[in-house]
Protein backbone atom coordinates (compact mmCIF):
# COMPACT_ATOMS: atom_id res chain seq x y z
CA UNK A 1 0.00 0.00 0.00
CA UNK A 2 0.85 3.82 -0.56
CA UNK A 3 -0.28 7.02 -0.15
CA UNK A 4 -1.32 8.78 -2.81
CA UNK A 5 -1.00 12.47 -3.63
CA UNK A 6 -4.04 14.44 -3.96
CA UNK A 7 -5.10 17.01 -6.50
CA UNK A 8 -5.22 20.76 -5.18
CA UNK A 9 -6.75 23.31 -6.75
CA UNK A 10 -6.17 22.27 -10.50
CA UNK A 11 -9.70 22.93 -11.63
CA UNK A 12 -8.76 21.56 -15.05
CA UNK A 13 -7.98 18.60 -13.85
CA UNK A 14 -11.01 18.34 -11.21
CA UNK A 15 -13.18 19.53 -13.67
CA UNK A 16 -12.86 16.18 -15.96
CA UNK A 17 -15.76 13.64 -16.38
CA UNK A 18 -14.27 9.97 -15.07
CA UNK A 19 -14.67 6.96 -17.15
CA UNK A 20 -16.45 3.64 -16.16
CA UNK A 21 -14.25 0.92 -14.40
CA UNK A 22 -14.03 -2.25 -16.54
CA UNK A 23 -11.65 -4.48 -14.98
CA UNK A 24 -11.68 -6.03 -11.52
CA UNK A 25 -8.30 -6.98 -10.69
CA UNK A 26 -6.05 -6.77 -8.79
CA UNK A 27 -4.59 -2.91 -9.76
CA UNK A 28 -8.13 -2.14 -9.31
CA UNK A 29 -7.90 -3.44 -5.65
CA UNK A 30 -4.63 -2.00 -5.14
CA UNK A 31 -5.71 1.43 -5.94
CA UNK A 32 -8.93 0.82 -3.52
CA UNK A 33 -6.53 0.51 -0.78
CA UNK A 34 -4.06 3.56 -1.42
CA UNK A 35 -7.39 5.33 -1.86
CA UNK A 36 -8.31 4.12 1.94
CA UNK A 37 -4.88 4.45 3.52
CA UNK A 38 -5.00 8.43 1.63
CA UNK A 39 -8.37 9.42 3.33
CA UNK A 40 -7.23 7.60 7.02
CA UNK A 41 -4.17 9.88 6.66
CA UNK A 42 -6.36 12.91 5.53
CA UNK A 43 -9.20 12.04 8.11
CA UNK A 44 -11.65 12.87 5.48
CA UNK A 45 -15.16 11.62 5.00
CA UNK A 46 -14.50 10.52 1.30
CA UNK A 47 -12.55 10.62 -1.95
CA UNK A 48 -13.22 10.51 -5.10
CA UNK A 49 -10.52 8.52 -7.48
CA UNK A 50 -9.77 11.76 -9.91
CA UNK A 51 -8.74 13.69 -6.58
CA UNK A 52 -6.10 10.74 -6.53
CA UNK A 53 -5.18 11.80 -10.18
CA UNK A 54 -6.79 8.94 -11.72
CA UNK A 55 -10.23 9.58 -14.14
CA UNK A 56 -12.43 6.37 -13.23
CA UNK A 57 -15.58 6.28 -12.18
CA UNK A 58 -14.58 5.21 -8.02
CA UNK A 59 -15.37 6.48 -5.18
CA UNK A 60 -14.71 5.46 -0.94
CA UNK A 61 -17.18 7.33 1.63
CA UNK A 62 -17.35 6.83 5.04
CA UNK A 63 -20.55 5.21 5.89
CA UNK A 64 -20.13 4.64 9.27
CA UNK A 65 -18.81 8.50 10.31
CA UNK A 66 -16.56 6.61 12.53
CA UNK A 67 -13.99 6.11 10.00
CA UNK A 68 -14.49 2.26 10.45
CA UNK A 69 -15.38 1.45 6.80
CA UNK A 70 -14.05 3.23 3.73
CA UNK A 71 -17.00 1.33 1.50
CA UNK A 72 -15.96 1.59 -2.26
CA UNK A 73 -18.31 3.07 -4.66
CA UNK A 74 -17.65 1.55 -8.08
CA UNK A 75 -19.51 3.03 -11.53
CA UNK A 76 -21.90 4.62 -8.71
CA UNK A 77 -25.50 5.35 -10.09
CA UNK A 78 -28.24 7.42 -8.20
CA UNK A 79 -31.36 5.20 -7.87
CA UNK A 80 -33.40 8.01 -5.93
CA UNK A 81 -32.40 11.08 -3.94
CA UNK A 82 -35.17 12.66 -1.84
CA UNK A 83 -35.74 15.63 0.31
CA UNK A 84 -33.85 18.76 1.01
CA UNK A 85 -30.67 19.06 3.30
CA UNK A 86 -28.86 22.34 3.44
CA UNK A 87 -27.54 22.52 7.05
CA UNK A 88 -23.99 22.04 6.48
CA UNK A 89 -21.13 23.28 5.08
CA UNK A 90 -19.03 21.49 3.11
CA UNK A 91 -14.88 20.76 3.03
CA UNK A 92 -13.05 19.33 0.59
CA UNK A 93 -9.63 17.43 0.55
CA UNK A 94 -8.80 18.92 -2.84
CA UNK A 95 -9.63 22.73 -1.93
CA UNK A 96 -8.13 22.90 1.97
CA UNK A 97 -9.08 25.54 3.76
CA UNK A 98 -12.37 26.23 2.25
CA UNK A 99 -15.70 25.88 2.91
CA UNK A 100 -18.61 25.99 0.46
CA UNK A 101 -22.30 25.47 1.47
CA UNK A 102 -24.02 23.11 -0.98
CA UNK A 103 -28.00 22.18 -0.88
CA UNK A 104 -27.65 18.09 -1.41
CA UNK A 105 -30.96 15.43 -1.00
CA UNK A 106 -31.45 14.51 2.51
CA UNK A 107 -31.63 10.75 1.16
CA UNK A 108 -30.27 9.02 -1.50
CA UNK A 109 -30.07 4.90 -2.65
CA UNK A 110 -27.01 4.32 -5.26
CA UNK A 111 -26.49 1.26 -7.27
CA UNK A 112 -22.56 0.82 -7.75
CA UNK A 113 -20.10 -2.40 -7.51
CA UNK A 114 -17.78 -3.31 -5.33
CA UNK A 115 -13.84 -3.71 -5.68
CA UNK A 116 -15.02 -7.57 -7.07
CA UNK A 117 -17.30 -6.13 -9.49
CA UNK A 118 -20.34 -7.14 -7.73
CA UNK A 119 -23.70 -4.83 -7.53
CA UNK A 120 -24.85 -3.37 -4.65
CA UNK A 121 -27.46 -1.45 -3.51
CA UNK A 122 -26.93 1.42 -0.55
CA UNK A 123 -29.02 3.69 1.09
CA UNK A 124 -27.89 6.63 3.41
CA UNK A 125 -29.54 9.68 5.01
CA UNK A 126 -28.26 12.79 6.28
CA UNK A 127 -24.73 13.88 6.32
CA UNK A 128 -23.38 10.16 4.65
CA UNK A 129 -26.21 11.14 2.13
CA UNK A 130 -24.43 14.84 1.76
CA UNK A 131 -21.07 12.53 1.57
CA UNK A 132 -22.29 10.04 -1.60
CA UNK A 133 -23.46 13.04 -3.00
CA UNK A 134 -20.20 15.01 -2.74
CA UNK A 135 -17.99 12.06 -4.28
CA UNK A 136 -20.33 11.12 -6.72
CA UNK A 137 -19.98 14.55 -8.08
CA UNK A 138 -16.41 14.53 -8.23
CA UNK A 139 -16.54 11.54 -11.36
CA UNK A 140 -18.30 13.99 -13.40
CA UNK A 141 -16.28 17.02 -12.94
CA UNK A 142 -18.21 18.67 -10.21
CA UNK A 143 -16.23 20.45 -7.63
CA UNK A 144 -17.20 22.78 -4.79
CA UNK A 145 -16.51 25.76 -6.57
CA UNK A 146 -19.17 24.57 -9.01
CA UNK A 147 -22.05 23.63 -7.12
CA UNK A 148 -21.73 25.57 -3.74
CA UNK A 149 -21.26 28.90 -2.47
CA UNK A 150 -18.04 29.34 -0.93
CA UNK A 151 -18.80 30.17 2.72
CA UNK A 152 -16.27 33.08 4.03
CA UNK A 153 -15.61 33.72 8.09
CA UNK A 154 -16.85 37.34 7.78
CA UNK A 155 -20.50 35.34 6.61
ZN1 LIG B 1 -14.25 16.53 -2.61
Not at 7 to 16: H, I, Q, R
Not at 30 to 58: F, S, W
Not at 96 to 118: C, I, L, W, Y
Request: charged share 30%; net charge negative; hydrophobic share 40%.
Amino acid sequence: MALRKIVKNDLEFLGKKSRPVTVFDEKLAALIEDMRETLRKEEGAGLAAPQVGILRRIFIADIHCDGSIYKEFINPEIISATGKNDRYYEGCLSFPGRSFNVTRAHKVTMRAQDVKGEFFEFTAEDFVARCLLHEFDHLNGLTLPIVGKEVFEND
